[in-house]
Nanobody
Framework: QVQLLESGGGSVQAGGSLRLSCEVS????????MGWFRQAEGNGREGLAA???????SYGDSAKGRFVVSKDNDKNTLYLQMNSLKPEDTSTYYC????????????????WGKGTLVTISS
């Protein structure tokens, strides 16, 4: 089993930045693909970014150029640096993980965190 715990959400003004963190516990070495998703109220889940065990990354259109996914293997922590935030980025952000031969921002994940709320004001 793998447990994921997100943190770092909050309220910022448009144009600001936030860094989300996701602590991985349990058996972190059992997953080789981790990603960030978001879901706003009334909307479907959207894949934002993913990173594989070698550090290769994949980004969805909403994240390209503004968000950066990274990980610290020593700390078993995944990050999402979000810059130039917009009101439409307001959402609950989820960390997710899976063991898969192919890792991309749209990959179906197996393990999920409970989410952290990000609110961007104009």
């Amino acid at each position: 089993q793998v447990q994921l715990l997100e943190s770092g959400g909050g309220s910022v003004q448009a144009g600001g930045s936030l860094r989300l963190s996701c602590e991985v516990s349990g058996y972190p070495d059992s997953v080789n693909c981790m990603g960030w998703f978001r879901q706003a109220e009334g909307n479907g889940r959207e894949g934002l970014a993913a990173i594989n065990s070698r550090g290769g990354t994949s980004y969805g259109d909403s994240a390209k150029g503004r968000f950066v996914v990274s990980k610290d293997n020593d700390k078993n922590t995944l990050y999402l640096q979000m810059n130039s935030l917009k009101p439409e980025d307001t959402s609950t952000y989820y960390c997710a993980a899976v063991h898969t031969p192919y890792c991309a921002y749209y990959t179906s994940m197996h393990y999920w965190g409970k989410g952290t709320l990000v609110t961007i004001s104009s």
